[in-house]
């Protein structure tokens, strides 16, 4: 028989990674794990079509010079005897480590949104650099479009950030979120600046939990092959497990560089991931007290943790449940089956929190919006939910913490959007690309959508997309935000029914903001009108009280949230509000 004609290139690589951190270890050896990330043409750096890895190390003014040419998999042998230790020797895989994770990361937004997702701003490729300085800090900046990882002395050797699973997905999260919803780093409601750390945390967390490695860890370290016992399969296990099994892990290791309180290090090694969030997740038990009227958790970083141990505690009642099923009445369980339905429920769980920001409002957002966003968006996707009764652990698990749908609807999904709407002037297929063409329909509309009359109003974002359910069915939807923007004095907030904070005086310029996420059907009807409105009174007060009194309108109103001092702020375990935050 002749040669098949030649296939397509194959669209997806297997890469290895280190599955969490260098400190992960079993019988001695580095957890590794293989992922799929997307198959491009790369120049050496790596360098792709949207990450650009670059390593310059800024502390030594030192450009150091990438493999040529790029080989990905030189490192296949996941289970060869101390290959992880050579692995971390070697700056190579330094770079493809972060290069493969960034890249998942992008590939898990593209998936779950059904489209091309841009970083959040203007060019293609985000930078990487690696080992970017001497320092215990990772963080995104928008300024340089880049990730920047820092490394430092630790116990064993130098802690190099870059080769932390959960650190480099928490900041690619940063830059994408930043993409999808640039308002998000406006100053707004505590919620808000705790969303923007939550929900990196969130992506990082199941993230890693996705990999059957790591979960393989979590249920038992020592086993082989054996089945499993089922008494470690308890919900308690799994939620010490979960919860506190890892963070027990790498706080050990970070512990042991505690001891000197006083030599400034201290602060910045909490930085790394592990060990600040789980720990404070650890004392985090499930009550509304700390959501409703805890002064602590008012705090951005403390005030973030919530919304992860929400979803934590979510995951591992999905899991406990699918547990159970398969337990029935024996003893043993087949380990591979109990592990496959951990990895698979975080990455269903993952996809669905991802997609919850399209339907989320792309102002002022709270965890009650984002709780009605992830259960209307899922339930778009996944209508039926026999399988993981997803929707109901979420919403259980955030009733325990204190968080109620935004929706006052009876399973807190958002309401359909007005029947009455008038499409008679527009045409759907120009609203599918034109934000002219989606203006013209809110302003068409702009009574029965609510806008407020006199504010600034923008078209921000026009999204086609198709996305794709566990049974193949496919979703086609245009999403669209808009923005309003009002610019009183504080002496005209008055007139607004808006009460002037005490204290401020009334030549203070400020913003408000309103605005909404249009989401339209495949046959340009709009299905749901997700929104802020600028005229809330109750919420504009709220948050002028919160940003007043936290300090933060006491600068330059407009300054935006630093993602770098937000971290150097988790860093130093400074818990107060300055104005220099904002
Ligand atoms: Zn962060």
Redesign the pocket.
């Known amino acids: 028989m002749a040669e098949p004609p030649s296939l397509p290139p194959p669209r997806e690589r297997s890469v290895t990674i280190i599955a969490q951190d260098p400190s992960v270890r079993i019988d001695g050896e580095i957890l590794l794990a293989r992922i799929n990330i997307p198959a491009e043409r790369l120049s050496p750096g790596p360098v792709g079509y949207r990450v650009e890895v670059v390593d310059y190390d800024a502390t030594s003014d030192t450009l150091y010079k990438p493999a040529s040419p790029v080989r990905l998999d030189r490192w296949p042998a996941v289970k060869s005897r101390g290959l992880g230790d050579r692995l971390v020797a070697d700056p190579e895989f330094h770079r493809q480590n972060v290069y493969a994770l960034v890249m998942k990361t992008l590939s898990r937004f593209e998936f779950a949104l059904g489209r091309r997702i841009n970083w959040g701003f203007e060019g293609h490729q985000l930078k990487i650099a690696p080992h970017a300085f001497s320092e215990a800090n990772a ?2 900046s928008d300024q340089l479009n880049a990730l920047l990882f820092g490394y430092f002395p630790g116990r064993d050797g130098m802690v190099f950030t870059c080769l932390s699973h959960d650190v480099v997905v ?2 690619t999260t ?1 830059a994408l979120i930043d993409g999808l919803r640039e308002r998000y780093r406006e100053p707004s409601s505590p919620d808000q600046a705790a969303f ?2 939550g929900f ?2 969130v992506v990082a967390l199941l993230s890693v939990f996705s990999l059957p490695a790591v979960v393989e860890r979590m249920i038992d370290s020592t086993n082989g092959d054996k089945p499993l016992k089922t008494s470690m399969l308890t919900r308690e296990a799994l939620r010490k497990s979960v919860i506190f099994g890892l963070g027990e892990q790498i706080g050990s290791e970070l512990r042991a560089d505690d001891t000197d309180q006083d030599d400034g290090l201290d602060g910045d090694m909490q930085l790394v991931r592990g060990l600040p969030l789980r720990s404070s997740l650890r004392d985090l038990v499930p009550s509304p007290e700390h959501y409703e009227s805890s002064e602590e958790f008012r705090e951005a970083h403390r005030r973030g943790e919530i919304l992860v141990a929400a979803m934590l505690t979510a995951f591992v009642e999905m899991w406990s449940r699918r547990l159970t099923a398969l337990i029935a009445d024996r003893q043993r369980v087949d380990r591979s089956r109990a592990i496959e339905e951990g990895a698979d429920i975080a990455d269903c769980l993952l996809t669905s929190a991802i997609r919850a920001l399209d339907y989320a409002p792309p102002v002022d957002v709270t965890f009650g919006d984002f709780l009605s966003a992830l259960l209307t968006a899922d339930r778009e996707i996944r209508p039926s939910d026999t399988r993981y009764e997803l929707r109901a652990s979420v919403t259980t698990a955030f009733k325990a913490f204190g968080i109620d749908p935004a929706s006052r609807t009876a399973d807190g999904f958002w309401k359909p959007a007005p029947l009455t709407l008038d499409y008679s002037r527009t045409h759907f297929d120009s609203m599918r690309r034109d934000s002219d063409e989606v203006f013209h329909f809110v302003w068409e509309n702009r009574e029965r959508l609510k806008l407020h009359p006199e504010a600034f109003t923008r078209v921000e974002s026009v999204r086609p997309c198709m996305r794709i359910g566990a049974d193949g069915f496919a979703l086609h939807e245009t999403v669209c935000e808009y923005v309003q923007i009002l610019e009183p004095l504080a002496s005209e907030l008055d007139s607004l029914g808006i009460r002037k904070p005490p204290g401020m005086p009334g030549d203070k310029k400020l913003r408000l903001f309103g605005g909404g996420a249009l989401i339209f059907d495949e046959y340009g009807r709009l299905k749901y009108h997700v929104y802020n409105r600028l005229r809330s009174v109750d919420r504009q007060q709220v948050r002028l009280d919160f940003l007043w009194e936290s300090g933060a309108l006491r600068g330059e109103s407009t300054a935006r949230l630093s ?1 770098s001092r ?2 150097l702020r ?1 860093a130093t375990r400074t818990r107060k509000y300055a104005e220099e935050e904002w």
């Open positions: 963080f995104y928490h900041e940063h923007h750390e990196a945390d993602l937000m971290h988790r």
